[in-house]
């Protein structure tokens, strides 16, 4: 079946602009992941959706950054008033986090640039 | 909160040559994945660790939980150029499904 899908693959913006990044996730899975990898960095987690649960926001950089699932299926980041140092690729992942099996399925991502 | 560190950040190998990578937390862990990263790629699961001492192994690639469950290592026999990558270790404490990624190890093997 169909992987984890992203778009847009890539995004160039100018500083202070909004953006927003899609995440389609596996069908079925009921956990959903935003990530952020700089480049040559590791994985910065930013949002955790469960079904229908309050979302983990606890990795939000800042309140510019906000995070939606609707109907427990695709998800959107959005970031307003964006800055330089938000440039990076944006990554989603999604599981079905049930009992032991949290494997996590990641999407290709997007590439933000902001100018 | 949890501290993970994962050695070495870089590591040059000859084709053929074996390789490991070592990934350690501050807290016991409740489970431990690892994650490969090819060049411009996505990262794609490897492996899933649950047990103190538990070892895994995959053709060449052998993967370990220590006993304490604090660390993690995984080692690849006879490296490959298409090992090459970054790999990541992807720790859980507690109850907590939020894993904490390592920084990754990238493996660059010379034919």
């Known amino acids: 079946g169909a992987g984890v899908s992203q778009s847009p693959s890539n995004k160039v913006t100018e500083k202070g602009k909004d953006v927003e990044l899609r995440c389609d996730p596996i069908?079925?899975?009921?956990?959903l992941y935003w990530y952020r990898q700089s480049l040559g960095q590791g994985l910065e987690f930013l949002i955790y959706?469960?079904?229908?649960?309050?979302?983990?926001k606890s990795g939000l950089p800042s309140d510019r950054f906000s995070a939606e699932r609707t109907g427990g299926s695709v998800s959107t980041l959005t970031i307003q008033r964006t800055q330089q140092e938000d440039s990076a690729v944006y990554l989603c992942?999604?599981?079905?986090?049930?009992?032991?099996?949290?494997?996590?399925?990641f999407g290709p991502g997007t590439r933000l640039t902001v100018t | 909160g949890q501290q993970v560190m994962q050695i070495p950040q870089y590591q040059h190998v000859q084709e053929g040559e074996d390789f490991t990578t070592y990934c350690n937390s501050s807290?016991?862990?409740?489970?431990i994945q690892w994650y490969k990263q090819r060049p411009g790629g996505h990262p794609v699961f490897l492996i899933q660790?649950?047990?103190?001492?538990e070892v895994k192994k995959q053709k060449r690639l052998t993967f370990q939980f220590g006993e304490a469950k604090k660390n993690s290592s995984l080692h690849i026999t006879a490296t490959q150029t298409t090992d090459v990558g970054t790999y990541f270790c992807?720790?859980?404490?507690?109850?907590?499904?939020?894993?904490?990624f390592g920084r990754g190890t990238s493996l660059i093997v010379h034919p």
């Open positions: 069908s079925g899975h009921t956990a």
């Open positions: 992942a999604s599981s079905q986090d049930s009992g032991n099996s949290y494997e996590q399925y």
């Open positions: 992807a720790p859980r404490s507690g109850g907590s499904y939020i894993p904490t």
């Open positions: 807290t016991t862990l409740s489970n």
């Open positions: 959706f469960q079904g229908n649960s309050a979302p983990d």
């Open positions: 660790l649950v047990k103190s001492g």
